[in-house]
């Protein structure tokens, strides 16, 4: 009698335990999203409650001087982070690409050079076609919320566009700025040929050229060049 009520409250006990419903997949799926989504750009940093949840690509909850309270504006400064991403990415890849290429004088130098047109000139046919481009841009995105170029919003010919790829853009524009603005340093600091220079200056001799060291020689290489 014993044995048979032991097994009764055996197999009762396994019974109750396979009809609890087990978390499934989905939910441990829509877990992880969510805890995705609760991302920010520091660990143990609370996202600021003007960009909770906004749906703009890199949303990190990165707003330290608060320019996206203006709910109107907030797009506009994400249309412009962007922008000067876009700016920055090619800037690398040219300030590279000519160092790389041999291309003379330094980057930071060819303002000094010589063109078909004087500088006076080139600036005056530089400025109103950049205006038109910004101002039919602003036009565009003040109608359509996208970027684009002319009449094209979104400017997207290959068909790229896609939640994705914007994260993408966004991250690699946002290291691309940084970059640059490493490299305008390095050039105020080494006067050197270019960022390539410079790394193959320091990996040559890490303790003799490092960043403590060209600070404290900046003032030779100031009146050197």
Known sequence: MAAALCN??????????????????????????????????????????????????????????????????????????????RWAMAAVV?????????????????????????????????????AFFEITRLQGFARTGKSGVVNKFPFDPLGLDSPTNAEKEIKNGRLAMVAFIGFVVQALVTRSNGPVDDLSSHLSNPFGNNIITNVARLPETLTRH
């Not at 000094?112 to 006076?120: A, D, Q």
Request: glycine letters at 14%.
């Open 94 to 130: 040219g300030i590279l690409g000519q160092e790389i290429l041999g291309v003379t004088p330094a980057w930071y130098l060819h303002g000094e050079k010589e063109y078909w047109l004087p500088i006076n000139a080139l600036t005056a046919i530089m400025f109103p076609i950049i």
């Open 8 to 85: 009764h409250a055996l197999t009762a006990g396994l019974v109750g335990r396979c009809a609890r419903p087990a978390k499934s997949r989905r939910s441990l799926r829509v877990s992880a999203a969510q805890s995705g989504d609760a991302q920010v750009w520091l660990p143990g940093v609370e996202r600021p409650n003007h960009l909770e949840g906004k749906d703009l690509p890199g949303n990190r909850g990165f707003d330290p001087l608060g320019l996206g309270r203006d709910e109107d504006r907030l797009k506009w400064f994400a249309e412009g982070e962007k922008t000067n991403g």
